[in-house]
């Protein structure tokens, strides 16, 4: 695949990042290879739509959130590339170079899907492919739309369970992934967003709703 000859759209789902995005739009601005940059503002509290209008991006405003995966999907309706990545709007030390990482093994042909791995100590990230490619979850990744139509749309996997979904589907149908490891890449922890209580609750339900997808699609009528 010839990056001459497709699109490029960037998907940055956000709920109430006012304080990280600015950053991520920064980097994601300077990235050669996208031709577009969508922001699903979905149910924010706060100016984070605002704050990405700043941006040369499209921003999609929705009053009532459905998920993550439901914002991930309203960002893929609105986009015209070929290919789509997403990326986190709460990420720290991003880098263009962590988005080419992600998006040359699907530009090139060589996958139809890239999950950018945070690197984490002791080499961990690099290791969760080879262990369990489930776990690899990172909101860091690429691939063909062609891919991403294909995905089932069972409601009740389209939250945070969205990754798991994608990783199963892949897994089913022996589809090429790339795991590249983006080094220094970390993303703002729930509990320094929200506070302690706060984010560990939402912690809790991210870890519940992507079990709930696991076991929904370890089922076989799940494809």
């Given at each position: 695949m010839n990056k001459s000859n497709i699109r490029i759209s960037l998907i940055i789902p956000a709920h109430n990042e006012a304080d990280n995005i600015s950053a991520v739009l920064s980097v994601t601005s300077q990235a050669k290879e996208v031709d577009e940059i969508i922001v699903v503002a979905d149910a924010c509290q706060d100016n984070t739509a605002e704050v990405a209008k700043q941006f040369k991006?499209?921003?999609?405003?929705?009053k009532k959130t459905q998920g993550k995966g439901s914002a991930m999907i309203a960002g893929v309706e609105e986009s015209s590339g070929e290919i789509i990545m997403?990326?986190?709007a709460d990420l720290e030390n991003l880098t263009t170079r962590h988005i080419s990482q992600?998006?040359?093994?699907?530009?090139?042909?060589?996958?139809?899907?890239?999950?950018g791995l945070r690197d984490r100590v002791f080499g961990l990230?690099?290791?969760?492919?080879?262990?369990?490619?489930?776990?690899?979850?990172?909101g860091e990744r690429a691939m063909t739309r062609e891919f991403f139509n294909s995905l089932p749309k069972n409601k009740n996997i389209l939250d945070f369970g969205i990754e798991t979904v994608m990783n199963y589907y892949a897994k089913k149908n022996k589809l090429k992934v790339s795991y590249p490891v983006l080094k220094n890449l970390h993303q703002v922890i729930k509990e320094k967003k929200y506070g302690l209580w706060q984010?560990?609750?939402?912690?809790l339900k991210l870890m519940s709703q992507v079990r709930k997808a696991r076991k929904i699609m370890r089922h076989k009528n799940s494809f």
């Open positions: 991006v499209k921003v999609i405003e929705r997403f990326a986190d992600v998006l040359n093994p699907v530009t090139s042909g060589r996958a139809v899907m890239s999950i990230g690099a290791l969760i492919p080879k262990i369990y490619p489930m776990y690899a979850i990172g984010g560990f609750s939402d912690r």
